[in-house]
């Protein structure tokens, strides 16, 4: 993999991780409203706006958050299998996420806070992973999960139209 084609990526985690003296580089994520969070200095903090897929060039093969266009919900996942955690309640009829509001305090926002139709929407996921539990947006809002209890693979759920998501954070507020 290389970074010479996503060079303004790689300066904007330098410089979060350099107002924090952490070396260049190191984890950040990429949410569905491609905002960049970079963790640094114990925190979580915003780095802007990155616009492009992360699309990488490996040995020929186009290496995607992107959905293949032949992908339907249900199929196996192949990856890029990194994305912002969601938790799809057992019941199958809501999804929450985990918001921290200051250090050491946290909240649950449920889809249902923000979308009237959240269970009849949430219902097309719950299919395909009937028990509930952890579930991955992606910079290009392709939603996947990781199923099987002894060999853990992964089933493409989707791609997320924004109309029927969490609303947009305010990223001054929120990191």
């Given at each position: 993999?290389?970074?010479?084609?996503?060079?303004?990526?790689?300066?904007?985690?330098?410089?979060?991780?350099?107002?924090?003296?952490?070396?260049?580089?190191?984890?950040?994520?990429?949410?569905?409203?491609?905002?960049?969070?970079?963790?640094?200095?114990?925190?979580t903090w915003y780095a802007g706006r990155y616009d492009r897929l992360l699309e990488f060039d490996l040995d020929g093969t186009r290496i995607s958050p992107a959905a293949p266009g032949h992908l339907s919900p249900?199929?196996?996942?192949?990856?890029?299998?990194?994305?912002?955690?969601?938790?799809?309640?057992?019941?199958?009829?809501?999804?929450?996420?985990?918001?921290?509001?200051?250090?050491?305090?946290?909240?649950?926002?449920?889809?249902?806070?923000?979308?009237?139709?959240?269970?009849?929407?949430v219902r097309r996921w719950s299919k395909y992973k009937r028990a509930g539990g952890g579930i991955y947006i992606n910079e290009?809002?392709?939603?996947?999960?990781?199923v099987g209890a002894d060999v853990v693979a992964y089933t493409y759920l989707g791609r997320v139209p924004l109309d029927s998501w969490f609303p947009r954070p305010n990223v001054a507020d929120e990191y």
């Open positions: 993999m290389t970074t010479d084609q996503h060079s303004r990526l790689v300066e904007m985690v330098a410089e979060v991780k350099g107002e924090h003296g952490e070396p260049p580089s190191g984890v950040f994520y990429i949410n569905e409203w491609r905002h960049v969070l970079v963790k640094a200095g114990g925190g249900g199929d196996r996942w192949a990856g890029p299998r990194v994305g912002v955690k969601y938790t799809l309640k057992a019941s199958g009829d809501d999804i929450y996420c985990r918001r921290q509001i200051r250090p050491g305090r946290q909240r649950d926002e449920y889809l249902s806070d923000y979308l009237a139709s959240a269970n009849e929407v290009a809002r392709e939603l996947f999960a990781p």
